[in-house]
């Protein structure tokens, strides 16, 4: 089945659970293959670690005896939002860093993709939008050490959309609503003449993982008062509470599929008998009610920053577990109707998805300049270095510029507009001069636009090639996703 050249895996990488898309090409057909855990859904972004031995669990087996196993194992979750900082865990004698645990969720997905017999060397890698260069780097890094290499990232509503584009393309403004176990993003995007372009954004980090536990609160209570049981649900032995959450889970998932009541069943839960409870509809709604007026109101927020109002939204595409919650499903129809929500037939797996359709068609479409990227010169007219329309990432463009005056220092202006009013961004760079002959001496400007989509520029005198004078990064480009359509400028 498998074969390294037709082949393209995405991974969406997530804060609480991770999934994977491959498409093969099976000769007359592609293939599509969704990778998580044994039970056919996302693959829990969970590490365990033995205390005294340093046995490793991740995934579905991680997520599920976490609370049992909590006294004998070190659990760490949301890696990925920890991933960029520079701490260690100590565990059965060995550091662990960030990098070195989101590594091994990757290993797990990886060993979840091959037993169904795809080995994956390279993939395409889903992040939100904002997430930051040194995240990118390290997830690049764990990734590596997993034995992937990442081909590019794409942004999670923009790998969204590309999933669903075939059914979205009439539109101009589209929301992309992102709910998933551990946090929301929204994202407000435009499309043009086959372009994504993302104009606005918001999130929080309340989700699924938040209600679940909820649930299994007041299933914990409810249980207290029919028994005469009075102990808190933090008391409950640890094997208790996680099968507990689980419950909990699987009857918010009933009764956002209809079920007007659902049932909550523990063996011996805390050994104290069985567990047997139920949840009704009702009171799932009002539960939930304070984290779906949180969303909606996310979603306000993103629509506000992009200057739009509701009537302005095309359509508002649903992915993530925690969009298909009934109670959400209801408010958001009623408020911005029917006909403008867009629920893919699996939302968990649609950024995975998307990331893999970008592996497969990359040559085709890609990321490009949205805007032009060059210095003010002396005069005050402005000298383009990247052209709005080029495709990214790119070559190293290098250019000379010599002084005309004999001051100490030299002076640039990186900006994107000659006109101040408007330029979005201005870099000011400053330089002393350590050449002896000044009237001679030139220097050597180069920018590029790496892999991981960051605008790198630098600077060197022409009497000191072998060090730079000046470097810098901007991780904050206007830029697009080509889908299909024009043909990109020339670089």
């Not at 082949?7 to 090409?25: E, Q, V």
């Not at 599929?257 to 047997?276: K, Q």
């Not at 991780?475 to 043909?487: D, R, T, V």
Request: net charge neutral.
């Amino acid at each position: 089945m498998d074969s390294k050249r037709f082949k393209w895996i995405g991974i969406d990488f997530g804060t609480t659970n991770s999934a994977s898309i491959s498409f093969l090409n099976e000769g007359n057909h592609i293939g599509r293959y969704e990778h998580g855990d044994d039970q056919g859904t996302p693959f829990p972004s969970i590490v365990g670690i033995n205390k005294e031995t340093g046995e490793i669990i991740t995934g579905r087996e991680a997520k599920n005896r976490r609370m049992e196993l909590s006294e004998s194992y070190e659990f760490f979750t949301s890696i990925k939002t920890i991933i960029d900082q520079d701490k260690t865990f100590n565990v059965a004698g060995k550091n662990w860093t960030p990098v070195a645990l989101a590594t091994e969720i990757l290993k797990g997905l990886k060993a979840e993709i091959k037993r169904k017999n795809v080995t994956v060397e390279s993939a395409v890698m889903a992040v939100p939008v904002g997430f930051t260069p040194k995240k990118k780097m390290r997830l690049r890094e764990a990734a590596k050490n997993a034995g992937i290499e990442i081909e590019t990232f794409i942004s999670e509503p923009t790998a969204a959309l590309v999933s669903n584009y075939a059914k979205m393309r009439m539109f101009k403004n589209v929301a992309v609503f992102d709910w998933g176990g551990g946090t929301l993003d929204v994202a407000i995007l435009r499309l043009d003449g086959g372009r994504v372009e993302e104009i606005a954004t918001d999130g929080m980090n309340l989700a699924g993982d938040n209600i679940d536990r909820k649930i299994a609160d007041q299933m914990h209570i409810k249980y207290c008062r029919n028994k005469g049981v009075n102990k808190t649900f933090d008391e409950v032995d640890g094997k208790s509470k996680d099968r507990l959450i689980v419950k909990s889970e699987n009857a918010k998932i009933e009764l956002s599929e209809g079920a007007d009541i659902a049932s909550v069943l523990v063996p011996n839960y805390d050994n104290n008998g069985v567990f047997r409870e139920t949840i009704e509809y009702d009171l799932f709604e009002q539960l939930v009610e304070p984290e779906i007026n949180e969303a909606l109101n996310c979603i306000k927020r993103a629509i506000e920053k992009a200057h739009l109002n509701k009537a302005n939204i095309d359509a508002i595409l649903c992915v993530g577990g925690s969009s298909r919650l009934k109670p959400f499903r209801d408010k958001i129809i009623e408020i911005y109707g029917n006909e403008k929500i867009v629920y893919p037939e699996k939302v968990m797996w649609n950024i995975a998805e998307g990331a893999a359709a970008i592996s497969m068609t990359n040559a085709a479409g890609g990321y490009g300049m949205n805007q032009d990227i060059g210095l003010i010169l002396s005069n005050g007219t402005f000298y383009p270095l990247l052209r709005k329309g080029q495709r990214i990432p790119c070559r190293e463009k290098k250019i000379n510029f010599a002084s005309v005056t004999d001051e100490k220092s030299v002076r640039f202006l990186v900006t994107d507009n000659e006109d101040p009013q408007k330029r979005t961004f201005e870099q000011p760079v400053v330089l002393d001069r350590e050449g002896q002959h000044f009237m001679s001496e030139q220097f050597e400007v180069s920018c590029f636009v790496d892999p991981d989509l960051l605008l790198r520029f630098r600077v060197r005198s022409t009497e000191f090639m072998k060090k730079y004078l000046y470097t810098w990064t901007y991780s904050k480009l206007n830029i697009f996703y080509q889908i299909e359509g024009e043909a990109y400028a020339r670089e």
